[in-house]
């Protein structure tokens, strides 16, 4: 059966999202840092640090890999999952839209493997990283046009029924606007 995904494009505050995971924009450390790194890490609380911690110790001793995702619990924050990827930094060479078309599609595939139906998604790498807002919201378009064609349908597991771009700015917004056109219902 082909599941139904919904999508939606907010301005807002990921950590205030009611959705079952938020992704985070980490870094390979998985350590914390600024941005909305930091903001989740502080709405969360230490808990999530914490956990971030044992999975450096156990499974992912040299850090989270550019385009690969990880989830820990939420916390304190409404959101009971934080799936955790590492976009790519422009400032380090990182240019290759595939890099980061990956961290959509690999943070949709553990949501889908810890059961979340509804998922949360900031601008990754379009901060300190340093992609340009419309190439960020291409690629995430690219990705999602993907997965409503074919993610759900491939897949006799769970579905992500609800995927909720959250922007922080007004012309983040716009692009992402532009760029989804009609995959976004009106
Ligand atoms: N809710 C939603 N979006 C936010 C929030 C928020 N609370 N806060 C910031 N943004 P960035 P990156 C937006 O720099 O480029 C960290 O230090 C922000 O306006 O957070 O992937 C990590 O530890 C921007 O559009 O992530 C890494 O070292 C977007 O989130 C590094 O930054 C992403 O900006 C990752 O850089």
Redesign the pocket.
């Given at each position: 059966m082909m599941g139904f995904m919904r999508i939606e494009i907010v301005l807002?505050?990921?950590?205030m999202q009611r959705v079952d995971a938020i992704v985070n924009?980490?870094?390979s450390t998985l350590l914390?840092?600024?941005?909305?790194?930091?903001?989740?890490h502080r709405a969360a609380g230490p808990s999530l640090l914490a956990e971030c911690r044992r999975l450096r110790q156990s499974t992912l001793p040299d850090g989270l890999p550019v385009g690969h995702a990880v989830a820990t619990r939420g916390g304190n924050l409404p959101a009971r999952w934080v799936i955790h990827t590492v976009?790519p930094?422009i400032h380090w060479g990182q240019t290759d839209p595939a890099l980061l078309a990956s961290c959509f599609t690999e943070s949709l595939r553990v949501a889908r493997e810890v059961g979340a139906r509804s998922v949360a998604f900031?601008?990754?790498?379009?901060?300190?990283?340093?992609?340009a807002?419309e190439r960020v919201a291409e690629v995430a378009a690219g990705v999602m046009r993907d997965q409503v064609a074919t993610g759900d349908a491939a897949d006799a597991g769970p579905t992500v029924d609800l995927v909720r771009f959250?922007?922080?700015?007004e012309p983040?917004l716009s692009a992402f606007r532009d760029a989804f056109g009609d995959l976004v219902a009106a």
């Open positions: 807002g505050d990921i950590t924009a980490a870094n914390g840092g600024g941005g909305v790194d930091g903001a989740i976009g930094n900031p601008a990754i790498s379009a901060g300190v990283y340093g992609w807002a959250v922007l922080f700015n983040l």
